[in-house]
């Protein structure tokens, strides 16, 4: 069997696994992206990497997602919004001189969560679709034609950088910790009761409130969707795909979201774009980044990027 390792760098975590050619995560570390201890996030990779070695040490091609924009050849860091000290560093110079024997494959790490998507989710894709992963910020992707969508310089679909409510990037309101300040400035001003009432308030918390029918967590979802769905509008219009799919760890609010979802996006697209929306959360979830980062290390006229 042919295997891969994929190590996906998120803003909270850093996951790391050795991947099947058949899309299978064989076996999975994951540690926080700054974790203690640990003079930077690429020290974390540089453990978990050699673990992964020295457990499955005929693997030789490791693919990496990073949130945010990497050089047109994908060797430098350009800008992480979350992890900013990592910025200018030439990645793949510096993880072939730790790693020698391996050879790496670098991306932003929506976009191998779309080709993940596209190559492993068990369903049947589309050959065009835009792709919006929910975690720590927001990202974006695009496959069109069976390709990863990149852009003149190589950085295209920065979805959670364009300018929302207020002239505060998208993923200000929508990301992680912008859904957080949503629901903390809810909570403060509701007088009704509420499961988020008096307990610890996280995302996760957030989300599992909702699904268990807490009015006010579902309306703090609604209202980051609907910020979501206005900017998603501009997106179609500009991408000219009316498939979606919403992926990343927050994806697990879809079930509570879709309706505001389609009900923001259809007030505001003509028939032209409305007869065949779909909007659909990834099956591969939040593993769609780090099966996605192993992909980037398949033959290139397999992955077709």
């Known amino acids: 069997?042919?295997?891969?390792?994929?190590?996906?760098?998120?803003?909270?975590?850093?996951?790391?696994?050795?991947?099947?050619?058949?899309?299978?995560i064989l076996y999975m570390l994951k540690k926080?992206?700054?974790?203690?201890?640990?003079?930077?996030p690429l020290a974390v990779v540089d453990e978990l990497l050699s673990t992964l070695k020295n457990k499955y040490p005929e693997v030789n091609k490791v693919g990496i997602g990073l949130p945010g924009m990497i050089s047109k050849d994908r060797s430098v860091i350009v800008q992480l919004a979350n992890i900013p000290q990592l910025n200018g560093i030439n990645l793949r110079e510096r993880m072939e001189q730790q790693f020698p024997d391996i050879s790496f494959f670098i991306e932003n790490d929506a976009n191998a969560a779309a080709l993940g998507e596209y190559m492993y989710s068990g369903s049947e894709m589309p050959n065009?679709?835009?792709?919006?992963?929910?975690?720590?910020?927001?990202?974006?992707?695009?496959?069109?034609?069976?390709?990863?969508?990149?852009?003149?310089?190589?950085?295209?679909?920065?979805?959670?950088?364009v300018l929302s409510r207020g002239n505060k990037p998208l993923e200000k309101h929508t990301g992680k910790q912008g859904m957080l300040e949503i629901a903390q400035k809810r909570i403060d001003t509701?007088?009704?009761?509420?499961?988020?009432k008096g307990s610890p308030l996280g995302s996760r918390f957030l989300i599992d409130c909702a699904k268990k029918g807490d009015q006010l967590s579902i309306d703090i979802l609604e209202e980051v969707a609907e910020i979501l769905a206005e900017s998603m509008v501009g997106l179609i219009r500009i991408m000219d795909t009316n498939k979606?799919?919403?992926?990343?760890?927050?994806?697990?609010?879809?079930?509570?979201?879709?309706?505001k979802l389609f009900e923001?996006?259809?007030?505001?697209?003509?028939?032209?774009?409305?007869?065949?929306?779909?909007?659909?959360?990834?099956?591969?979830?939040?593993?769609?980044?780090?099966?996605?980062?192993?992909?980037?290390?398949?033959?290139?006229?397999?992955?077709?990027?």
């Open 190 to 196: 509701y007088e009704g009761n509420s499961l988020l």
């Open 32 to 40: 926080p992206t700054f974790s203690e201890g640990y003079l930077s």
């Open 244 to 259: 979606i799919f919403i992926g990343g760890g927050l994806s697990a609010c879809f079930p509570v979201i879709e309706s």
């Open 128 to 161: 065009d679709f835009l792709f919006v992963t929910m975690g720590t910020g927001i990202g974006s992707a695009a496959i069109l034609e069976g390709k990863i969508f990149k852009g003149g310089n190589g950085n295209a679909m920065e979805l959670g950088h």
């Open 1 to 24: 069997m042919v295997k891969y390792i994929g190590i996906d760098i998120g803003g909270t975590n850093v996951k790391a696994g050795v991947i099947s050619e058949a899309g299978q």
């Open 264 to 305: 923001v996006i259809s007030k505001h697209l003509p028939e032209y774009y409305l007869e065949d929306l779909s909007i659909k959360q990834a099956k591969l979830a939040n593993d769609a980044g780090l099966i996605g980062a192993g992909a980037l290390c398949f033959d290139r006229a397999k992955v077709n990027c």
